[in-house]
């Protein structure tokens, strides 16, 4: 009996597939609403995301509209976060909710894309898309 | 009468304690192959530096899997267990929306770190053509347990 016993140990442990942790990123997908005009005030802050090789820190950042130029993943949390409106002092210039669009190329590798995600996700941020590639 | 010959040692392995191990074991892995999850594909996650990513909630899903190519491109999709081929966004669409017409709340999207973002974007659009706002849940790799 010990014999069959110690086979059926051998069949489940070679069957068995240890599953990796994974873990997610929520993101909400709202239905697309054509012809509603954001306010000016609650304008979206575009992330354009563009992979320059293929290393995971090959990644190039820029932001669209009248900001300091922002090139890389640190460059932009540092952005983001000294320009979060402040509970106590309410400085600055969005709130965790203003909305924030991720732009990646069509070219642009997933993982730079999910990085630049990962950012303004630490920067505490909550309103955040994956936009139609630019 | 005495017996001849070689006589026998009084001395025997308990092998009792061994079998109940062997099968608390095989209970173990019993267990443990039936709760790996069969509708995921294997392959090589985005991990970002330090991750804010939580994990997925326990909710009912259904899982999307965007099988990779060479080159960033995708050979396919594995939407619930069903293999599709590149062209058929229209199936991930109507596989998706009977899932969560059955009751899954969440789509967990899994794709593969080199994958192009053309090809996501596709994915997440024919989930958004649903029509249902589903809540989508982008799966990166997490710490090893």
Known sequence: ?134 | MKRRGKTTSGIHANMTPMIDVTFLLIVFFVVVSQIVDRDTVAMDLPRPDHAASGLPEKAEHVVVNIIPAEDGDIRGFVVAGHELEASALHDVTSIVQTHLQGGAQEVHLRADKTTKYIYIHEVIEAIRAVGSAPRLQLIVSGDER
């Open chain 1, 1 to 134: 009996m010990i014999d069959v016993v110690f086979l059926l140990l051998v069949y489940f442990m070679v069957a068995t597939e240890f599953k990796t942790a994974e873990e997610s990123f929520p993101m909400d997908l709202p239905l697309r609403q054509g012809g509603t005009l954001a306010a000016l005030d609650n304008e979206p802050l575009v992330i354009l995301v563009e992979s320059s090789g293929v290393q995971a820190s090959d990644v190039s950042i820029r932001l669209v509209g009248p900001w300091d130029p922002v090139v890389s993943l640190q460059g932009l949390s540092a952005f983001l976060t000294s320009n979060q409106v402040s509970l106590i002092s309410m400085d600055g210039l969005f709130a965790q909710t203003h909305p924030i669009r991720i732009q990646p190329t069509v070219n642009t590798r997933w993982e730079h894309a999910v990085s630049a995600y990962n950012v303004v996700v630490d920067a505490n941020y909550t309103n955040i898309t994956l936009d139609d590639p630019s």
